[in-house]
């Protein structure tokens, strides 16, 4: 199974910082890794998708970047609306597999 | 609009065999870029990826629980199934089913999620 594995495993900001999460792979899985936002007690969001595919809907302040086996998730100006769990996972191969996540907290 | 839903039991008894239904619309179960997953979250804890099903029947299984997990699907009313046997305590999760988007470049991603279900293993 590919292992994912995100960093930092919790952040504090303020709103208008720019926040960067990491997500490692324990394997080349090329460019074939999801990002998802989760709020309490809510599903899992789609957010970028083939890693810097923007979903449809999804405000542009949101990128991903990388390939292979090291991924980043960048919020550019951190909204009220934005504090949540991020998970990355991959679709290289079965089983996929998420990320530990990472919350995102008010500072 | 792409909806769905999970409905089963909210308590099971270890040893019991737990039964999950998705109902979706919006989409059709017979359409071949698209599938279903089956994904739970214990408590505080990352989602798991449990199953998937696609349109050509084609399925696969979590390693680790692959001898516990069965799914299903029926096209005609738009429902798929997963059945978990020998459910534990350590089962108790919020089980979700999600919608699977194969793109053209072969990419696939849960874009469509079900609000998911609380499943909770005590006797």
């Known amino acids: 199974d590919i292992q994912m594995t995100q960093s930092p495993s919790s952040l504090s900001a303020s709103v208008g910082d720019r926040v960067t999460i990491t997500c490692r792979a324990s394997q080349t899985i090329s460019n074939y890794l999801n990002w998802y936002q989760q709020k309490p007690g809510k599903a899992p969001k789609l957010l970028i998708y083939a890693a810097s595919s923007l979903q449809s809907a999804v405000p542009p302040r949101f990128s991903g970047s990388g390939s292979g086996t090291d991924f980043t998730l960048t919020i550019s100006s951190l909204q009220p609306e934005d504090f949540a769990t991020y998970y990355c996972?991959?679709?290289?191969?079965?089983?996929?597999?998420f990320g530990q996540g990472t919350k995102v907290e008010i500072k | 609009q792409v909806t769905l839903k999970e409905s089963g039991p909210v308590l099971v008894k270890p040893t019991e065999t737990l039964t999950l239904t998705c109902t979706v619309s919006?989409?059709?179960?017979?359409?071949?870029?698209?599938?279903v997953s089956w994904i739970r979250q214990p408590p505080g804890k990352a989602p798991e990826w449990l199953a998937h099903i696609f349109s050509n029947d084609e399925k696969s299984y979590s390693t680790s629980l692959k001898s516990r997990l069965t799914i299903s699907k029926d096209t005609s009313i738009s429902q798929v199934v997963l059945m978990m046997t020998n459910m534990d305590p350590l089962d108790t999760a919020t089980y979700y089913c999600?919608?699977?988007?194969?793109?053209?470049?072969?990419?696939?991603?849960?874009?469509?999620w079900g609000q998911g279900t609380l499943v909770t293993v005590s006797s």
């Open positions: 996972q991959q679709s290289y191969s079965i089983p996929r597999t």
């Open positions: 999600a919608r699977i988007l194969r793109d053209s470049y072969g990419q696939y991603y849960f874009d469509y």
């Open positions: 919006g989409f059709s179960l017979s359409n071949s870029r698209m599938g």
